[in-house]
T-cell receptor, first 108, second 123 residues
Framework: SYVLTQPPSVSAAPGHTATITCGGNNVGSKSLHWFQKRPGQAPVLIIY???GRPSGIPERFSASKSRDTATLTITRVEAGDEADYFC???????????FGPGTKVTVL | QVQLQQSGPGLVKPSQTLSVTCVIS??????????WNWIRQAPSRGLEWLGRTYYRSVTSYWTYDYALSVKGRISITADTSKNQFSLQLNSVTPEDTAIYYCARAGERVFDYWGQGTLMTVSS
């Protein structure tokens, strides 16, 4: 089955940039999405189809991809950005949705 | 605006069946352009996709896909009269303790989520 990898944690000071990676075999060929998950709340879609941003999501959130790695970048980090971030793809070979293990972003 | 309202938290004994329901407003469970999913998050764990169901009017057919981790124990059903879909997970163990989420997937993107339901498996 398809596997996505993420670093367990990332930290950044307010006003600085947080970068979260999501690795997977040939992930560049898949549509990849990013979710923000705060404790006690449902996940929120923040990036869809690799670099699309839903209405209401700040431009501070952006994403990119290479062949085997996707990257979520949060610029001008704020205290409210402290959360877990998950990448997700659809694996057509298994007809399964697959989530990465998640990255905890800590604002210093 | 699509809203997904889940049933309340529950306590289930080991070996019994866990059930959660998701009531849909602003869309139809038999919509041909989306799929209805269940996802869970166990304590201190990540998100785990459990399965989905969807209807396609072209074929008048419901499709069900289940994650290998729960296949054989899971059943997702849709009730068009109540515009809702449900999750049943059989033979549960404490490892099935989690917050269960329903979610709509449009173009395979989880765009709307329920509020989550804490299901605890304990004797």
């Amino acid at each position: 089955s398809y596997v996505l990898t993420q670093p367990p944690s990332v930290s950044a000071a307010p006003g600085h940039t947080a970068t979260i990676t999501c690795g997977g075999n040939n992930v560049g060929s898949k549509s990849l999405h990013w979710f923000q998950k705060r404790p006690g709340q449902a996940p929120v879609l923040i990036i869809y189809n690799n670099n699309g941003r839903p209405s209401g999501i700040p431009e501070r959130f952006s994403a990119s991809k290479s062949r085997d790695t996707a990257t979520l970048t949060i610029t001008r980090v704020e205290a409210g950005d402290e959360a877990d971030y998950f990448c997700q793809v659809w694996d057509s070979s298994s007809d399964h949705h697959v989530f990465g293990p998640g990255t905890k972003v800590t604002v210093l | 605006q699509v809203q997904l309202q889940q049933s309340g938290p529950g306590l289930v004994k080991p070996s019994q069946t866990l059930s959660v329901t998701c009531v849909i407003s602003g869309d139809s469970v038999s919509s041909s352009s989306v799929a209805w999913n269940w996802i869970r998050q166990a304590p201190s764990r990540g998100l785990e996709w459990l399965g989905r169901t969807y209807y396609r009017s072209v074929t008048s057919y419901w499709t069900y896909d289940y994650a290998l981790s729960v296949k054989g124990r899971i059943s997702i059903t849709a009730d068009t009269s109540k515009n809702q879909f449900s999750l049943q997970l059989n033979s549960v163990t404490p490892e099935d303790t989690a917050i269960y989420y329903c979610a709509r997937a449009g173009e395979r993107v989880f765009d709307y989520w329920g509020q989550g339901t804490l299901m605890t498996v304990s004797s």
